[in-house]
DNA sequence: CGCATGGTTCGATCCTCATCGAAGCATTCT
DNA sequence: AGAATGCTTCGATGAGGATCGAACCATGCG
């Protein structure tokens, strides 16, 4: 009987197994086709219209239509925040998994999270950012300074706070229990490493998984 | 078709209205009654026993048992995050808010919440009390002074501490965002007001209205 | 143009789950 | 002990919504 925000309407959204689905596989940052969403889902490709209009409808998605294809993605980081910490609590309440495969070892290191990087490195990464004052922690914000500008722009790493969208941001991690780099920043450090090759993305997986090389690299770059 | 946590189940549990309405409330950090959280989230005391079963099996919510009371919380502050998050989602996609009702400004302004007063009217008084070191807060504790005890009794409010049920309780009002005074001095409180017909409460609502001379005399008492 | 492919809408079906009254436990007060 | 209070369980009811097949648009290709 009380008022404000609908948060019974939008987890309800995230409440269907389906759409649950669906969310977690745009999860991983790029944009995908209702056909692939109704497979990786396991349903029928009206059934997957039928969700993909509602989640629309919702607010969560957003769509790009290339011709007759229309790709649908992640409406915002902060969208992708958010089934983050439904996953952390999932997991911390969910069936204890009876062993971690290795491919959740590998996305608890270092994963992709809409755009930007998750797992242990990206919190390393942030925790270090700070030590090193090139980010300044300023309440629930995070502010760039002067020598962290000067820091990125000498890595050949730019960005720029686009509409509505902060350069940085903290985005709650659900392996480790702290915060990571989130914004236009993280995801121009993610773009940098990979298109340095220090880390490919795994297939059809969430996974980011270092070359031995580029995890050296990253270390003394960004946790030296 | 992934695999890994199960964030349906979670996101399915807040996705019910009345269950969304129970967590809502109990984001104040009290924990709360079954009871009262029928009340909150305007459903039957069996309605709301089986959600708070549900909850706790999802383990969203502890339960601490004193006696014959049962008190709800949530689980963690992992869970609070999570249901943040969910809200801010929530803020950032329907700030459609349908024009408020007269019974909703009514609401926003006095209503009753269990046997005690809530809204704006309810705060204002509470935060008149601290002011005028008639109670004071000692952490999440509210403590009634020597003033305070002699002040009530000469309005002729009694309250004393019944089983498992203190004096003074703070309780989270959702209209506004901050606490307002529960426990048996609270009651005793709305009591007084209903006896003396400073206001009366609304046929099938929780509203409390005011006459307009009740309103004259309530804030000459409780917030001069 | 006609055909193929990617998506959506419609209609019917089915099933889960929210809801409440009544009855049943459990604890505490008198 | 008996009454009162707080809460849960049971049983019946009903509504919302997830699902899919078939039919229907839209775009691109030859």
């Known amino acids: 009987m009380r008022e404000g925000p609908d948060i019974a309407r939008i987890a309800s959204l995230v409440g269907d197994p389906a759409r649950a689905n669906m969310l977690n596989a745009l999860m991983g940052g790029t944009a995908l086709t209702a056909s692939e969403l109704a497979l990786e889902a396991g349903v ?4 997957a219209s039928s969700h993909l209009s509602k989640l629309m ?6 769509l790009a239509s290339q011709g007759r294809h229309r790709y649908y993605g992640l409406a915002s980081a902060q969208v992708a925040g ?4 439904i996953i952390g609590v999932a997991e911390a309440v969910g069936p204890k998994r009876v062993r971690p ?24 990464m942030l925790d270090r950012l700070f030590d090193r004052k090139l980010l300044l922690r300023e309440g629930n914000e995070i502010r760039l300074t002067s020598a962290g500008a000067s820091h990125f722009s000498a890595l050949g790493i730019e960005s720029q706070a686009k509409a509505r969208r902060p350069v940085c941001r903290a985005c709650l991690d659900w392996s480790v229990r702290r915060s990571h780099l989130a914004g236009t920043l993280g995801a121009a450090i993610l773009d940098k490493i990979i298109a340095e090759k220090w880390a490919r993305r795994e297939k059809d997986s969430r ?14 770059v960004f946790l030296s």
């Open 44 to 47: 029928s490709l009206p059934t």
């Open 57 to 62: 409808d919702g607010g969560l998605l957003t």
């Open 82 to 85: 958010m089934i983050e910490a």
């Open 101 to 124: 495969g290795p491919r959740d070892a590998a996305m608890r290191m270092a994963r992709v999270c809409y755009d930007h990087l998750a797992g242990e490195q990206a919190v390393a």
């Open 207 to 220: 996974a980011v998984v270092f070359s031995p090389n580029g995890r050296q690299v990253f270390e003394r």
